[in-house]
């Protein structure tokens, strides 16, 4: 039955059906071989199932955060804040890339708003600075990567919502991981900007231009403390911290006279578009882990693994291997939908902490986000670039390799995902 649907759903990617339709036909191949009667029966029942938890509907609320604080104008705030920051140092415009992604991550947590939103700005930047267009491209792909880790991130909730796991403790080990991502993206930066010789342009700014940029960006800095300390002492639920952020950046927008009605209903308009697209992935996604379960298949990898449990760096290591192999040719959703109900039961066999492997999860999740040949920030890059992407699938391999090293880092020393949560308890 399990290669039967694995084949299946590979012909139909192939073939170029859409991704939901995929993993329907996949499902409805999977009941055919246990009972075809129960597909009406349970076939709704788990669609409707998979998106049926409360703390999911933070997901489309913190999208809207984030291209509110687009429309409003808070992002060339922070733009320019990141700008006054490091621009004046060698290879500035790369590292104001990688600080702004670091901003922005705070308040949307979507690797692909994260690239659209600031790679249409950067890439011509770095460009005039003397950097490549498919650098520039790349880094912006790559420099999105830490969107959905440092807090709020849309595959965090999701994590938490199948593994019922503390969304603010999730949050809270995405700091710190984030920013190693950050300093790693930025020491490529300005390994790149040292070897083809670019220089600092400018000069380091006044105390005064600094102050007046921290003024002019303090709206947005403070949204992402609002998010997660409303959650990690327990005062807002990740669904209320949404509605208090999205209304927090409405309030924002109007009080610096920037956001119009009209930009708030194309916000809203773009919010439903992808929210739908996420959901009916997670629905379909959920019949076909539903499937997995009935077939044993989760039963199956613990005893295959068994050998390996006394290892918890392995197993790691292993279940990031077949997360990145997946990665590559699944859309990143249905990846997390499918794979953590297989993965928990084994990592917590080997002991590991479901927050750390929650962090693990989604950093391989999120690099796939970069990996061809469907890595979706590739193809924004290449977009906001107007580069080929086929070249730009040949360039992206150095970035790759920059968020595969983070991640063995945080697979060898655990304290460096969990130190934030448990110092906050």
């Not at 979507?110 to 520039?136: C, H, I, N, Q």
């Amino acid at each position: 039955m399990i290669w039967a649907m694995l084949a299946i759903f590979v012909v139909h990617v192939l073939l170029g059906l859409p991704l939901f339709l995929s993993l329907l036909v996949t499902a409805v191949t999977g009941f055919l071989f246990i009972d075809v009667s129960m597909l009406e029966r349970l076939g709704p029942q788990q669609f409707f199932g998979g998106i049926n938890a409360f703390s999911l509907m933070a997901i489309p609320l913190f999208i809207l955060a984030g291209n509110l604080m687009n429309a409003s104008g808070l992002t060339e705030r922070l733009m320019r804040l990141a700008r006054l920051m490091v621009g004046h140092l060698r290879g500035g415009m790369g590292h104001v890339n990688v600080v702004s992604s670091v901003f922005f991550a705070g308040v949307n947590g979507s690797a692909v708003a994260d690239t659209s939103a600031l790679g249409s700005l950067l890439v011509p930047a770095m460009r005039k600075e003397g950097y490549s267009t498919s650098f520039a491209a790349g880094l912006t792909a790559g420099s999105s990567l830490i969107g959905p880790i440092i807090p709020p991130s849309i595959f965090m909730i999701l994590y938490a919502s199948l593994t019922n796991t503390s969304v603010g403790s999730l949050f809270l080990a995405g700091v710190v991981p984030g920013l190693i991502l950050a300093i790693a993206f930025m020491a490529m930066n300005a390994w790149y900007a040292r070897r083809h010789g670019l220089e600092a342009r400018g000069q380091a700014p006044s105390r005064s231009e600094v102050l007046s940029a921290v003024i002019g960006a303090l709206p947005a800095l403070v949204a992402p403390v609002i998010i997660v300390s409303g959650i990690v002492l327990g005062v807002v639920t990740p669904t209320e911290s949404g509605s208090l952020i999205v209304a927090y950046v409405i309030l924002c927008g109007l009080w610096q006279g920037p956001l119009k009605l009209a930009a708030i209903w194309s916000a809203v308009k773009e919010t439903a578009r992808l929210t739908s697209a996420i959901f009916v992935i997670m629905a379909v996604s959920s019949i076909v882990s539903w499937l997995l379960s009935y077939a044993q298949i989760p039963n199956q990898f613990v005893v295959l693994l068994a050998p390996y449990v006394d290892s918890p760096i392995l197993i790691l290591l292993l279940l990031s291997a077949i997360t990145f192999v997946t990665g590559m040719f699944m859309e990143e959703v249905s990846s997390l939908m499918l794979l953590t109900p297989i993965f928990v039961p084994v990592a917590m066999a080997a002991g590991i902490d479901p927050i750390h492997l929650g962090v693990i999860i989604t950093l391989n999740i999120t690099i796939a986000l970069i990996t061809p040949p469907m890595g979706a920030c590739v193809f924004v890059a290449a977009a906001v670039s107007k580069l080929e992407i086929t070249s730009l699938f040949r360039t992206i391999w150095p970035f790759v390799l920059v968020a595969i090293a983070v991640l063995l880092m945080l697979i060898v020393f655990p304290p460096l995902t969990l130190w934030l949560p448990t110092l906050s308890g």
